[in-house]
Structure formats: structure tokens, C-alpha cells
């Protein structure tokens, strides 16, 4: 059995007479730790959106786990294992995270009907919801509204959601954006603890945490792919040094 869970064949993105993706080939594998990473509007969130079938490509194909899931709407990716989150947060301010999470959970269920009971009348999803609490950091927040949670912690609750899905394969678009630098390396550990049957792929603009997280990556430049390899390959790379990430920013191998 292969180890590719996401694979793309020469993804392609017009709007109008600009090019957004150009033959974007690339392959995720089980249990990655994939960072995509390349300059303001190198095509980086266009590339998600593909993915995840919010547009549809102009040319190419994804794949997912040996389907062809180019043609299927976001919540049937969704189904079949791939979930995103966003740069900007999509949270409910006047639910609280254990109710975010009863929702997420009993919705991943087919039990959307009776998330509302009282938390003890489904043990399977307070089982459950107890369990993402404590993974993601939030059990002490657990009955507060999401809106006076501090913005760390909101992200957190986000991803929560996400992996409330059950993804195979976990799209972080910019997860540490807008949150304060001494809060940023929990939501990266937290992400980099996930089991190893979860492939993630994150776009970060903090290289920081891109080096010290990612595994394998893949550099985006004008839409297209200008290299990828390991952390270190891409901090020794003449080329990214010269379009991206400058002399100083790649020490960090």
C-alpha cells in the first residue's frame, strides 16, 4: 500500500490573465509533517483552496488517498479525511469550546440532532470532547465562551475542530498568525504531537516554527514549485536563499 495519502497532478489556477498555481505537482505522505512555504502571493492559500475544493482547478487533478477527488464539493473531501483550517478564526464567540466540540464530534457522528443534550446523556461524545480538551490545552476553558478566550487559545480550539473530524490529512493555513509570540510554540508542539496517522501540511510565515516543525518542504514561488526537500536542503538551497528566505532567515541548519 502506497504511502501518498495527497498527491497533485499538474495543478493549474487561472483568474482571468493571471496565473495562481502553474503545474503544481507535489505528494504528501503518511503521517508528514509538511510545511508549504514561499513568498506574499506565491500562491500558497490558492493552492489550499484547490485542494480542498473551495475553487475548482483550471487544470490538473487531486488525489486522496488513490481517489480522484477533483470534482467533489469541500464538506465530501471533508468526509473522506481532508480538513482545513483558516488564517482568519470561524468560530461560534457565544458557544463554548465544549460545545464547539459536542457539535464538531455528535455533526462526524450523524448526531447532529441531540448535540445540545446535556453533555452526560452521549458518553461517547463527552468521551470524546474530554479527550480533544486535554489534548489541545483547553480543558480549564472548557465552559467558557470562545469569545473571551485569549487568541492562543481560540486557535487551539480551531484545529481542535478540525481534528474533531478525523482527518487523514490536516490543512493549517497560517495557525500561529495573530497570536503572541510566547503562545505560538504550544499550538506547533500541539500540531507536531498529533498521531502519526494525521498528515499536516502548514503554511506559516514564522520560519521559526516552519524549520523546527516540518519534516519535508515545498518551496511556492509565482505559482509554481521551486523546489522541496528536507529543512536543512531548503536552508542550504542558493536558489530560495536568492528569492525567499535571504542569508539570514535560513540558519537554521
Known sequence: MSDVVLETFGL?????????????????????????????GAGKTTLINQLTGVLPPSEGRVVLRGQDITELTPHKRVGLGLVRTFQINQLFGSLTPLQSLA????????????????????????????????????????????????????RLLEIALAVAQRPSVLLLDEPAAGVPAAERRDILDTVAALPDDVSVVLIEHDMDLVFSFAKRMTVLVNGTVLTEGTPEEIAADPQVRAVYLGETKVAHG
Not at 489556477?13 to 514561499?38: D, E
Not at 457522528?109 to 480533544?132: F, N, V, Y
Not at 470562545?146 to 487559545?153: A, C, N, Q, S
Open 12 to 40: 493549474v489556477k487561472r483568474f482571468g490573465g493571471i496565473t495562481a498555481t502553474n503545474n503544481v505537482s507535489m505528494k504528501i505522505t503518511r503521517g508528514a509533517r509538511h510545511a508549504l512555504i514561499g513568498p506574499n
Open 103 to 154: 457539535l464538531a464530534v455528535a455533526s462526524r457522528l450523524d448526531a447532529a440532532r441531540r448535540w445540545w443534550r446535556p453533555m452526560g446523556s452521549d458518553s461517547a461524545i463527552a468521551s470524546e470532547c474530554e479527550q480533544l480538551l486535554a489534548q489541545f490545552h483547553l480543558t480549564e476553558h472548557a465552559d467558557r465562551p470562545t469569545r473571551e478566550l485569549p487568541y492562543g487559545k481560540r
